[in-house]
């Protein structure tokens, strides 16, 4: 007998009482009763909600209007000093415009190495969840690909609000497709070890900076 006739009997074996699919589809077979949001709030208090969630995971959160998005990005590329940023294909040209900065394109040939030397990426998002604090990216035009967002140290991200908040994680996936390459962020990468002392930038940026951007309420969430 060989190993995999063994491993397969073993597995013949643990499912020999499971019942028989009785052929239920998938999206009944699971009671989906779960509460789509905790508590009842306004969408001003879904918004407030996220911001206080991701400040709990140390995201450095900013607030401000349409009009002076391109002003607020400026300022933190400034107080970073940095010099290049990667800019995804589809973001906003206007976003930078007031930033004096080399502007790096995200490229399919560009290698880690590469975006390790860029000082910041910039990008949207595709929803903001308040409950949990997480922003999730789908690799949209305006956010480019997954690892512009993993491999530089500091990423800003901006946040249409109130267009691009929901109050949970069941809200959000009606919003998402899943067959795109979606990235799940609460906070700046982190760990930590045996001794519990934490690490930033681990596996991600070590600064997460998000802007909460005001005047976009197509599209919003029910709080």
């Known amino acids: 007998m060989s190993s995999r006739e063994r491993i397969l009997g073993r597995v013949r074996r643990a499912l020999a009482d499971v019942p ?5 589809p998938y999206e009944r077979a699971v009671p989906r009763d779960y509460l789509r949001e905790h508590g009842e ?3 001003e208090e879904t918004v407030d909600l996220l911001a206080e969630n991701l400040a709990d995971y140390r995201a450095v959160v900013h607030r401000c209007t349409t009009e002076g998005l391109a002003s ?3 300022g933190l590329l400034a107080a970073r000093d940095a010099r290049t ?18 502007r790096v394109p995200d490229r ?41 967002t993993l491999v530089p140290d ?15 994680v069941p809200q959000a996936l ?22 519990l002392d934490r690490v ?13 951007v005001s005047g976009h309420e197509s599209g919003a969430a029910t709080a």
């Not at 028989?20 to 239920?24: A, H, I, K, V």
Request: hydrophobic share 40%.
């Open 20 to 24: 028989r699919d009785d052929g239920t």
């Open 41 to 43: 709030r306004t969408v």
């Open 72 to 74: 607020v990005i400026a």
């Open 85 to 102: 940023v990667v800019v995804p294909p589809g973001l906003d040209p206007g976003w930078l415009a007031e930033a004096g900065v080399e």
């Open 108 to 148: 399919a040939e560009s290698t880690p190495h590469e975006l390790d030397r860029v000082d910041s990426v910039v990008t949207a998002c595709a929803v903001a969840v308040a409950e949990t604090g997480t922003i999730v990216l789908d690799g949209s035009p305006d956010q480019g690909r997954r690892r512009v």
């Open 154 to 168: 500091h990423h800003i991200c901006v946040v249409r609000v109130p267009a691009q908040v929901v109050a949970s």
């Open 174 to 195: 009606e919003r998402l497709d899943p067959a795109r390459p979606l990235t799940w962020i609460s906070g700046p990468s982190a760990t930590s070890d045996i001794e």
């Open 200 to 212: 930033e930038g681990v596996h991600g940026p070590r600064t997460l900076e998000v802007v909460l």
